[in-house]
């Protein structure tokens, strides 16, 4: 079946640390992939989107993160987290020529002092 | 100045009720969608509106109805509510037609069904 993954449920890291959230798709074709980030209480933010070109993308935050085609990968890096930056995280996927954005089930980040 | 708005923030209402959410743009962007995130936190689109013309309209139960009285808002309307209706839902709005336009979401309103 066609799917979104996000294999870690929560994450803890200390504030800091490097981080690296994971994204697994299971579409035939390479998607449209972005993620996106869900303070408390608040909605969805772009952190980044890839379409095409340069496997690693830079985004808002401080974020990056790299195309895997080979591993149908897209997984989000930050080098040193910053207190603020616990939240949920979610991976989207759009299917090429499909007008549905298909998310995953998210990934909490706590970040410790 | 909130780019996308929603009100109200929370919502409690008793099962069977009809209710209404509603939602504003100030960005002058000509689609604007509806999300729902369940308590596990999954998120799903359910409509989006071009221009107060419908585009997308995912399998939801008729009892859910987006209205568009101008390209600005995007209201939803749900009658005869049912305990599974309670969630987060989500405004969210975007300059182009395409999904992959980035989207700029709304807060966000609790709504519960008891």
Redesign the interface.
């Given at each position: 079946a066609q799917s979104v993954t996000q294999p870690d449920i929560h994450i803890t890291v200390s504030e800091g640390a490097s981080l690296e959230l994971r994204c697994n798709y299971s579409y035939g074709a390479t998607p449209?992939l972005f993620w996106y980030v869900q303070s408390p209480?608040?909605?969805?933010?772009?952190l980044l989107?890839y379409?095409s070109g340069d496997t690693l993308v830079q985004g808002i935050k401080g974020f990056e993160a790299e195309f895997k085609r080979s591993q149908s990968s897209f997984n989000l890096r930050k080098p040193s987290v910053h207190w603020s930056d616990a939240a949920?995280y979610?991976c989207a996927v759009?299917l090429y020529n499909n007008?549905?954005?298909r998310?995953g089930?998210?990934t909490r980040l706590t970040v410790k002092p | 100045d909130t780019a996308?708005s929603q009100t109200p923030k929370y919502l409690v209402t008793q099962m069977g009720n009809d209710k209404s959410i509603k939602c504003e743009q100030n960005l002058g962007h000509d689609t604007m969608y509806w999300y729902k995130q369940d308590s596990?936190?999954?998120?799903?689109?359910m409509f989006?509106y071009n221009n107060k013309e419908l585009?997308?309209n995912?399998t939801v139960p008729n009892r859910f109805s987006p209205k568009s009285p101008d390209k600005a808002h995007l209201n939803l309307h749900i009658n005869s509510l049912e305990l599974g209706d309670s969630a987060v839902y989500?405004c969210?709005s975007s300059l182009g037609l395409?999904?992959?336009d980035?989207?700029?979401?709304?807060?966000?309103t609790r709504l519960t069904v008891l």
């Amino acid at each position: 079946a066609q799917s979104v993954t996000q294999p870690d449920i929560h994450i803890t890291v200390s504030e800091g640390a490097s981080l690296e959230l994971r994204c697994n798709y299971s579409y035939g074709a390479t998607p449209y992939l972005f993620w996106y980030v869900q303070s408390p209480g608040q909605g969805l933010q772009l952190l980044l989107k890839y379409f095409s070109g340069d496997t690693l993308v830079q985004g808002i935050k401080g974020f990056e993160a790299e195309f895997k085609r080979s591993q149908s990968s897209f997984n989000l890096r930050k080098p040193s987290v910053h207190w603020s930056d616990a939240a949920e995280y979610f991976c989207a996927v759009v299917l090429y020529n499909n007008n549905d954005m298909r998310f995953g089930a998210g990934t909490r980040l706590t970040v410790k002092p | 100045d909130t780019a996308v708005s929603q009100t109200p923030k929370y919502l409690v209402t008793q099962m069977g009720n009809d209710k209404s959410i509603k939602c504003e743009q100030n960005l002058g962007h000509d689609t604007m969608y509806w999300y729902k995130q369940d308590s596990k936190k999954f998120l799903k689109i359910m409509f989006s509106y071009n221009n107060k013309e419908l585009i997308i309209n995912e399998t939801v139960p008729n009892r859910f109805s987006p209205k568009s009285p101008d390209k600005a808002h995007l209201n939803l309307h749900i009658n005869s509510l049912e305990l599974g209706d309670s969630a987060v839902y989500f405004c969210a709005s975007s300059l182009g037609l395409a999904v992959t336009d980035t989207q700029y979401f709304g807060p966000g309103t609790r709504l519960t069904v008891l």
